[in-house]
């Protein structure tokens, strides 16, 4: 019987729009900028404005 | 920004609170590119969003704003992150676009002088370089854009407030706050 055995190591190619599908997934629902986010929050509350 | 030339595919993806593009940046090499509008909080009776872009690592599984990749397509890369501002403003018609760079960050210059080469003198060259390719675009096209847009400068003061004022085209500033205009 023969038994395919799976190399480790071996490279799949996925086409540019799956790759993106299998990201998009991978990062749902997360905040990718915490510190961008918390440096906004800290900059808004410093905001005194003068605009129309 | 909703005719720009020349930009990537995007995939979106929309959640509760944030809006996610990702893209493949074709340059010397191929890199995974993340722009997503994240909630902040709310500024005069409306929502905040603020605009972070940075690349995606797949084998640590983070995202890294704090590098220049240099992949030798800055033009298209830009366009394609400006070409989203129309989408985050379809999904979120009322709220404040916020922009700051990752380089503006108060501890920026001390940790760029440890690895620069610039030898930069008293001023650095990397502080604030992302928020100026920004400003640099609006500048150049101030007039079409304010048509759609309405544009807001924030600016460090002496005290270390934020004062926020009407956009001038000649002043420099450390963030850009963006409105729809109800055309």
């Known amino acids: 019987m023969n ?12 086409p540019k729009s799956g790759l993106l599908s299998l990201v998009a997934s991978k990062l749902k629902d997360r905040v990718l900028f915490p510190q961008k986010v918390e440096d906004a929050k800290k900059y808004l509350q410093k905001v ?3 605009h129309s | 920004m909703s005719n720009l030339p020349n930009i990537y595919d995007l995939e979106e993806d929309k959640s509760a609170r944030d809006l996610t593009f990702l893209f493949i940046s074709s340059g010397e090499q191929d890199i995974i590119k993340a722009i997503q509008y994240s909630f902040v909080q709310n500024l005069h009776g409306r929502a905040v969003y603020n605009l972070g872009f940075g690349d995606y690592d797949p084998e640590a599984d983070v995202i890294i704003d704090n590098i220049n990749t240099n992949n030798g397509d800055a033009y298209k890369v830009l366009h394609t992150v400006l ?5 985050f403003f379809r999904n979120y018609p009322d709220a404040y ?7 503006g960050r108060p501890e920026f210059i001390k940790n760029c002088r440890t690895t620069c080469t610039k030898n930069c003198d008293e001023e650095c060259k990397n502080f604030n370089r992302r928020i100026n390719i920004y400003r ?20 460090m003061q002496a005290d270390s407030s934020i004062y926020l004022e009407d956009y001038a085209t000649h002043k420099a500033y450390d963030s850009v706050i963006l409105l729809k205009r109800n055309v």
């Not at chain 2, 070409?83 to 989408?87: A, C, E, L, R, Y």
């Not at chain 2, 676009?97 to 380089?103: E, H, T």
């Open chain 1, 3 to 14: 038994t395919k055995v799976k190399k480790s190591g071996e490279l799949v190619k996925v």
């Open chain 1, 48 to 50: 005194k404005t003068s």
């Open chain 2, 83 to 87: 070409s989203t501002i129309p989408g």
């Open chain 2, 97 to 103: 676009l916020m922009v700051q760079g990752s380089d």
């Open chain 2, 136 to 155: 640099h675009y609006v500048n150049k096209n101030y007039e079409q854009l304010n048509i759609d847009y309405q544009f807001l400068g924030g600016a």
